[in-house]
């Protein structure tokens, strides 16, 4: 990638560390971007055609339509955020895309009047010194040091700025190389769940442009799909040798654990059953003889990680469940001399721990150590000869040896998972969108028949409408981390507050007399004042609370709780700060009602009811799924709830009634969903889009 600043118009453009500068503010692009940014600006008042485009930034691979108009969507919007006034890439009718402003070779120097720096001809770069880097803009901070010792750039720093400074663990090392990405795969849709031989072989997921997902195989510059049908492939892993793979099948309700040859070519067979809704992941030995791999027994249960030998057909159970972590193991990566075990088990949001296992042959695994890290790991890699590679949300880590984060990478999109192979290292990257829409509870139950009511190009989730139905609150991604924003009817979307750090998926609710919302994060529970924007702690950390509802009055609200060594409902009064427990055998998510408590169950389905003066229990709901925990509602006298792959219902609590439809199911429909009087509110996601990419180890 190109070394040199540019100047267009009014933005500085940093091919080598992909990003736009204006004023001190910076924006971050994809790889793709940069590079078809940087086609552009050789080419400045010319049209480039996309002859030349797919040429020069997808090197001669066949693309689609769709997958160039997004890149120059993207780019577009990029350039607007930092300087809206200008427009920056005019689409020429059949010859191609242009770049309007005048593009010009940087001297770093003094700043001129925007703030920015003096442009100069490109013609007058011939004495710069191939190695110069550009001084710190203002506003963003760049460790450097001398040349002449080393160059050392914290790559997430220059890529991200103050969103990576804000969610930066604190002491990390910095990566003493600058690490330019080359894409491996430019498909329209998205690439995902990705693993690989020594030799090269590169196994994935590739979700297409249709929503349909299949497993492919990478092997030299050609991709093919391995399976066709009816049939659902899912979480594949590709052993060592290239001979192999493990995938799970899922066909109806039966869920299998499959091998299937490779080299040479053979019949599949299946190795166990699995649970419908556990996601398996594998990684293998280092001589393919036997692989280990995490299930769990259904969605209430943590993940275990398991040993399974292909010759004996042995199964192993290695870890227990950990009381600190409700989910269980999130990743795991056998080292390459096959020596040690790392597992990754979720804590909390931005906080994981690390647990390492001795592996010794014909001995069980020996727990060595444990260390907990403030980050959330999504996926593990243990390349040959290298330290273990780590993957959080947007970041890729090192592990040194005194159990430190060392800064390797940061993404401009969020990375799904990485695999490695011949000093490589891949990783699979992913954009999510999802739109908020609106359909009248008068009208048709067919989502097709709603109105888009919020959109923007990231995450708009978790709908929250009063009951007059004049004030939507959601979260969304806007501005790189969770926000909570608000939208009055017939009025513009403005955000209303960001969330304390770690800023996150939070679930949220309207309080009693909806002039507050509460949520909680880390333990603790906030409430934040529509009025004002004041945000305040209400319950400390260590009262471990999770799901938070309205109270039966303004003074009050419900929350649930492990801290007595199981979910349990809790009242809180806001008055005295006193805390009553409510159930003994079990809630999750509830609301009060008069004397009577509606809450639903952390292990088990159905929806329960509580006479709290009589401590009588009895099931309310059997046909009420555990995932109802986030949006279900009680409103006047009848319940919300969804039903998996049937829609959202309501139900009145006192008569022996059948539940009434008011939204029926679609693919693109997320469970995340908020009922007024007037409508019904609801998230539908839009197909992901995201590539692999490749580092080269340092």
């Not at 506003?139 to 103050?162: H, P, S, Y």
């Not at 011949?422 to 999510?432: H, I, K, M, T």
């Amino acid at each position: 990638m190109d070394k040199q600043l540019w100047q267009l118009g009014q933005l500085i453009f940093d091919p080598q560390r992909r990003t736009l500068q204006h004023s001190g503010r910076q924006s971050t692009l994809e790889p793709r971007q940069a590079q078809l940014l940087l086609l552009l600006a050789r080419h400045a008042n010319e049209p480039v055609s996309r002859e030349q485009l797919i040429s020069e930034v997808w090197q001669g691979r066949v693309v689609s339509e769709s997958a160039i108009n997004r890149a120059v969507s993207l780019l577009r919007k990029a350039c607007t955020r930092l300087d809206p006034a200008t427009e920056y890439i005019a689409t020429i009718p059949k010859l191609g895309y242009c770049l309007l402003p005048d593009a010009r070779l940087v001297q770093p120097g003094a700043t001129t009047v925007s703030g920015i720096m003096p442009a100069t001809p490109v013609r007058a770069l011939n004495d710069t010194p191939p190695d110069t880097v550009a001084a710190d803009p203002p506003g963003i901070t760049i460790k450097q040091m001398t040349i002449g010792l080393a160059l050392i750039i914290t790559v997430a720093i220059a890529a991200a700025g103050w969103v990576w400074q804000q969610s930066m663990p604190a002491g990390l090392a910095g990566q003493n190389t600058v690490l330019i990405p080359t894409p491996v795969t430019s498909f329209d849709g998205a690439e995902f769940d990705i693993s690989s031989s020594d030799d090269g072989q590169l196994l994935y997921h590739r979700r297409n442009a249709e929503g349909n997902i299949q497993l492919w195989l990478r092997s030299g510059q050609q991709n093919k799909p391995l399976i066709a049908g009816p049939l659902q492939a899912r979480n594949g892993s590709i052993s060592p040798d290239g001979n192999k793979l493990v995938y799970r099948r899922l066909d109806g309700n039966q869920c299998q654990i499959m091998l299937m040859p490779l080299r040479p070519a053979g019949p599949e067979r299946a190795l166990f059953d699995c649970p419908h809704d556990s996601v398996f992941e594998a990684s293998w030995g280092p001589a393919s003889d036997y692989f280990f791999y995490r299930l769990r027994q259904d969605k209430t249960r943590p993940y275990l990680v398991y040993r399974y030998q292909l010759a004996t057909t042995h199964q192993q159970q290695l870890t227990l469940a950990d009381p600190a972590s409700f989910s269980g193991a999130a990743a795991l990566a056998v080292a390459a001399n096959g020596r040690q075990l790392a597992v990754a088990s979720y804590l909390s949001a931005q906080r994981s721990r690390l647990s390492f296992y001795l592996l010794a042959e014909g001995q069980s695994p020996i727990l060595r150590h444990t260390v907990d890290l403030d980050i959330e790991v999504v996926d593990l890699n243990w390349p040959a000869d290298q330290p273990l590679v780590l993957a959080a949300s947007h970041q890729l880590f090192t592990l040194t040896a005194d159990s430190g984060l060392n800064h390797l990478f940061y993404s401009q999109q969020a990375v799904n998972s990485i695999t490695s192979s011949g000093g490589r290292l891949y990783f699979a990257d992913q954009q999510q969108q999802a739109d908020i829409w609106r359909l009248p509870l008068s009208a048709s139950t067919d989502p097709a028949a709603a109105s888009l009511y919020i959109e923007s190009s990231r995450l708009d989730i978790l709908p929250r409408v009063n009951q007059p139905d004049s004030e939507l609150l959601f979260l969304t991604t806007r501005h790189g981390l969770h926000q909570i924003w608000r939208k009055p009817y017939n009025s513009p979307e403005q955000m209303l507050a960001a969330i304390p750090a770690p800023a996150s998926f939070i679930r949220f609710s309207w309080s009693f007399d909806e002039r507050s919302i509460y949520f909680s994060q880390q333990g603790a529970i906030y409430q934040l004042e529509l009025a004002t924007g004041q945000l305040t702690q209400l319950i400390e950390p260590e009262h471990q609370a999770y799901v938070v509802n309205p109270g039966p009055d303004k003074n009050s609200l419900i929350y649930s709780s492990n801290k007595s060594g199981d979910w349990q409902l809790w009242r809180y009064q806001l008055q005295g700060a006193i805390h009553q427990q409510l159930t003994s055998r079990g809630g999750y998510s509830g609301y009060q009602q008069a004397q009577m408590l509606y809450y639903s169950k952390f292990h088990q389905d159905g929806l329960w009811q509580l006479d709290l003066s009589s401590g009588q229990e009895q099931l309310l709901l059997a046909d009420f799924d555990k995932i109802n925990w986030l949006n279900w509602q009680l409103q006047d006298e009848s319940i919300i709830y969804y039903q998996p792959g049937t829609g959202v219902f309501r139900k009145l609590l006192a008569a022996d009634t059948e539940p009434t439809l008011l939204l029926a199911h679609s693919a693109e429909l997320v469970h995340q969903y908020s009922v007024s009087n007037q409508a019904i509110y609801f998230v539908k996601r839009q197909l992901p889009q995201g590539d692999i990419y490749q580092l080269s180890l340092p």
